[in-house]
């Protein structure tokens, strides 16, 4: 089917202000907000300044801007926002709509152009089955041309469902409406009664970039496709290495000893709950874990715990950690925790990136039941022993006196330590010789002034 589209019937608005500070005062006004401070994206940082100004005479109070984000930039960041005593938050660029609890947020969503008549035609002669279910998702960018797209749309295909997107932003069209909707990675969609997300082929405004990856990935539609280079893409996540890597390091989880759960985020909701839960599933299989917090992640903070034999990473779903491989151990997601040890999870060919849906209450919650049996390591080929009645090694709550003036947390990583070449400040009474206090060295670490060179320069 082939649709010809005039210009008329499409709604063209011209962008004055790319930064909406009209809008963001009426929010403020709204929400009647004392303290309010500015997230930007680091390549948006050097228009701040002007933007502050320009709001602070719009309402009349101080704004504050956060220099520097904790985790990511296009998630919300309550906790430096909170240093501040802030009581809302404006948020700008592309944003991956996790959700907050603490403070009220409003986003300034980016406006990238795009060719709607073109985009309207590529579809239509596309999907020229008017009566086919398909769910239409779209990158934030373009979420200011979705109304226009919609009204042309709607009427041709009577099982077309637009996605809206979990946030309160600049875009009023695209914001979500109705509580009772499925929300999946910040998109919200209500399916028609009797259907299931699988009855549904999903089209995506927009590349096949991260935001595209991690959609596909999470919601098992029969087939995606996505809008790039004036042409419209099937995408096919079985046809990638990326699943196939996924699986590997799951059998690294299997045979690691030591976990090491990151957590890369302090503001996205029940942060807190996925947490815990990974703590019980490796402790009922006997595996040591520890929790870290590192800020922004990256290889060389990590390489500072060899000890640890696998990450388990509590982070955006859209953090582009997973798919690098300059880490020196592996990377791992909650919900492949559940993989590797829940034997009630099946492995499918979605992956669930945002790990609120395998939470209690989560769209794709199972209950865990830890495997008995013992089974091969696929990696090393040894057995690996699953006997639930191995006395469980997380002792992280007593101190262990080992040898005098050493102190072991039970024995969390104490047999490491106890093998490494270098082991830090130690106190050696009685094994080196009393001998005088001396005159140290001086100068600068490159040339101290004891040095042969720093003596002859010092006496020419």
């Known amino acids: 089917m082939s649709v010809k589209i005039t210009e008329h019937k499409i709604n063209v608005t011209t962008v004055d202000d790319p930064y909406e500070v009209e809008k963001c005062g009426k929010w403020i006004d709204a929400y009647n907000l ?7 994206p680091d390549n948006l940082l050097p228009d701040s300044v002007q933007i502050a100004l320009r709001l602070e005479n719009r309402i009349n109070k101080k704004v504050y801007i956060l220099g520097d984000t904790s985790c990511g930039t296009c998630c919300v960041d309550e906790i430096s926002a909170q240093h501040m005593n802030a009581d809302g938050i404006i948020h700008f660029g592309h944003a991956c709509l996790n959700p907050t609890t603490r403070l009220s947020v409003f986003h300034v969503l980016p406006k990238t152009e795009i060719n709607m008549i073109e985009v309207i035609d590529k579809f239509t002669s596309h999907f020229q089955d008017t009566c086919k279910r398909i769910l239409f998702f779209y990158n934030v960018a373009y979420a200011h041309k979705i109304e226009g797209i919609y009204e042309v749309l709607s009427p041709l295909y009577k099982n077309l469902i637009f996605s809206s997107l979990n946030c309160t932003s600049n875009v009023e069209f695209t914001d979500v409406k109705d509580n009772m909707s499925t929300i999946i990675l910040g998109r919200s969609f209500k399916l028609e009664k009797g259907y299931k997300i699988e ?11 991260k935001t595209f990856t991690t959609l596909e990935i999470t919601i098992p539609a029969k087939k995606w496709y996505y809008f790039e280079n004036s042409s419209i893409t099937e995408y096919q996540a079985l046809s990638t290495p990326w699943l196939k890597r996924r699986r590997f390091l799951i059998e690294k989880l299997k045979d690691a000893k030591v976990v090491g ?3 890369a985020t302090l503001g996205i909701k029940d942060y807190l709950k996925i947490l815990s839960m990974i703590k019980n599933i490796l402790k009922q299989k006997n595996k040591k874990s520890y929790i870290l917090s590192v800020g922004k992640v990256n290889p060389m903070k990590l390489a500072n715990f060899p000890e640890i034999d696998v990450f388990v990473m509590i982070t955006c779903p859209e953090n582009e950690v997973f798919d690098s491989r300059e880490f020196l151990k592996p990377i791992l997601l909650p919900y492949e925790v559940e993989l590797a040890f829940n034997s009630s999870r099946e492995l499918h060919t979605e992956y669930y990136m945002d790990f609120r849906q395998i939470l209690p209450g989560g769209l794709s919650y199972v209950d865990f039941k830890a495997s008995t049996n013992s089974d091969i390591s696929l990696i090393t080929g040894k057995l690996r022993d699953c006997d639930e009645n ?9 101190l262990a006196i080992k040898d005098s003036g050493v102190v072991a947390i039970g024995k969390a990583g104490a047999e490491f330590l106890q093998n490494r070449a270098w082991k830090g400040l130690e106190q050696r009474l009685g094994e080196d010789t ?3 206090a001396v005159i140290g060295r001086s100068g600068l670490p490159s040339s101290y002034d004891s040095e042969p060179l720093s003596i002859r320069t010092n006496n020419n």
């Open 261 to 263: 759960i990151v957590v």
């Open 390 to 398: 191995l006395p469980c090694t997380d002792k992280m709550n007593a």
């Open 34 to 40: 004392n303290k309010v401070c500015l997230q930007f």
């Open 199 to 209: 009855d549904y082929e999903a089209f995506f405004l927009g590349s096949g970039d």
């Open 434 to 436: 009393v001998h005088s």
